[in-house]
């Protein structure tokens, strides 16, 4: 059992279409990141959220952190082909001792 | 550039070879971290070194055995691996000693082969 479930595992849509990506979990946790993972690089950290009903905004990327801090999700409006990647939600909880738990990931493919 | 090199970035090794992976973070942070990242699985974290003291061991097999010789360095040495060995070993670095949640840094990578 995940602790951190990611879906859809595979999204492939066309340029300019709109996407959302969850992230779910039974546990609360005290903070929530998101990375984008490109093919042969390591992640790379888009948002840290902390506080529940939190929303962030980075240009086309808004993500959301559940009141009650058991759940995120990252939308994207008008997605490019540079928005290709590997997308990860990683969270501390009270029983990872500081340390962040990962989720399996979303494939998002743009296509131009 | 996120501020973290791993060398090599790519590694074939036979099952009784040994090699290492080097990882080296140029932040001045003071937490290093080895990941194993599988298809079709999570991120996984291996060994924490939380101000040069290694932190956590997460019941990783004794074949890979990490050193930590100061602040910016961190290797991963490896013996006697087996197949499923094989996947992309992630060096990370975060400002706050490990434990603080904090923002991890990853390096490009070494994908690892073992044959």
């Known amino acids: 059992t995940q602790l951190l479930e990611q879906s859809p595992q595979f999204l492939s849509i066309q340029e300019g279409e709109n996407l959302t990506v969850y992230c779910n979990s039974s546990s609360v946790f005290s903070s929530l990141q998101w990375y984008r993972q490109e093919p042969g690089e390591g992640p790379v950290l888009l948002v840290t959220v902390v506080t529940g009903g939190e929303v962030k905004k980075l240009k086309r990327l808004t993500f959301q952190f559940g009141d009650a801090r058991k759940d995120s999700s990252l939308h994207i409006t008008a997605a490019q082909p540079g928005d290709t990647g590997l997308y990860l939600c990683?969270?501390?909880?009270?029983?990872?001792?500081?340390?962040?738990?990962f989720g399996k990931g979303t494939k998002l493919s743009v296509k131009p | 550039e996120t501020g973290v090199t791993q060398t090599p970035r790519h590694l074939v090794m036979g099952m009784t070879n040994k090699k290492s992976l080097k990882c080296e973070q140029h932040l001045g942070h003071n937490a290093m971290y080895w990941y194993k990242q599988s298809a079709k699985k999570p991120l996984e974290l291996m060994f924490v070194?939380?101000?040069?003291?290694?932190?956590e061991n997460n019941s990783v097999p004794s074949r890979f055995s990490p050193e930590c010789p100061n602040s910016s360095h961190l290797f991963l040495h490896l013996h006697t691996l087996q197949p499923e060995d094989s996947a992309l070993y992630l060096c990370?670095?975060?400002?706050?000693?490990?434990?603080?949640?904090?923002?991890?840094?990853f390096g490009p990578g070494t994908r690892l082969t073992v044959t």
């Open positions: 990683a969270g501390v909880w009270g029983g990872s001792q500081g340390n962040l738990i």
């Open positions: 070194y939380s101000l040069e003291e290694r932190v």
């Open positions: 990370a670095s975060s400002q706050s000693p490990a434990g603080a949640g904090d923002e991890q840094y």
